[in-house]
């Protein structure tokens, strides 16, 4: 285990230790609706076909299995990506899905391979006149980080964030913490914070809709207030859910990774999100499959669906 690793291990190790221990990290129960079952996916509702891309702006970074894998391959290798998700209607405007990390941070924390994801959208031919909405799946830096830029990048845009993931992020000082402070960056919290009330933010609490095909889910146990999307595609339903899983075995073997707030939220989230769509369309936040399985439609631009 290299400095990085065992760094990196530790901080897992810590967040996993604080849930694990019980601290009053976790507020009341996490969900609002009973979780079905995992199955045959729900059809996704009426509304447009929309392509999924992922942009990959940082990696590949070196871990061991088990930190994206909780429990498994401790001396095994794995690497893992970094990306932001883009959801393109092709005839309308794109719905973006998280920011990555800020250029600052990517240096801070000596994360290779970093190319900020406004200049990958760009490639995609997105810009600030054609987004509205930027989902944020949670407040860890390395998804919400860029924010900043993105606001800029977007005029228009409006975030949607879940009320419990803003108001454990910017409001309560145990986000502040030495062990949860490592993903919780400071500044980017009290940057969100300082756009409530305003056109830029939208707090949304629990599952709802968010255009015409897609639609959004708490999906707790990573973070208190994590939230995945749901799209309408030409394949059927397909899920962005960010690190609802780090791997796409996460789903398959039923294990998440060892960052964890809250783990048997996390497993009622597995079944939640298995319910939405079928495995091969459940796209994870950091495999790097989805860089090397998919089309890439420009440099480090994949078409996933
Ligand atoms: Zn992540």
Known sequence: MDGLNRRGFLKGSLLAGTAMAGMAVMPEKTLTAAIPKAGAAEPAGPGPEYEIYACKYAGP??????????????????????YVWAIREPSGETILVDSGCSPAQAAARKIPGYVNPVELLARLGVNGSNVSKIVITHMHYDHVGNVENYIQAFPKAKLY?????????????????????VLFDSPICKFVGGL?????????????????GIDFFLAPGHTLGLQVVRVNTAKGPAVVGSDCAHLFRGYRDDNPSCFITDMPAWMESFDKVKSKAPLDLIFPGHDVLMQTNY???????????
């Open 161 to 181: 964030l879940q009320k419990r993931e803003f108001d454990f992020a910017v409001k309560n000082p145990l986000a502040q913490r030495k062990p949860i402070s």
């Open 295 to 305: 089309p890439s439609v420009a440099e480090d631009v994949m078409r996933l669906v």
């Open 196 to 212: 409530e009330g305003s056109d830029r933010l939208a707090i949304v609490d629990g599952d709802g809709n968010l255009a015409p």
């Open 61 to 82: 970074l070196v871990k061991k299995l088990a930190m994206a894998l909780w429990n498994s391959g401790w001396d095994e290798d794995s690497p893992i990506n970094f």
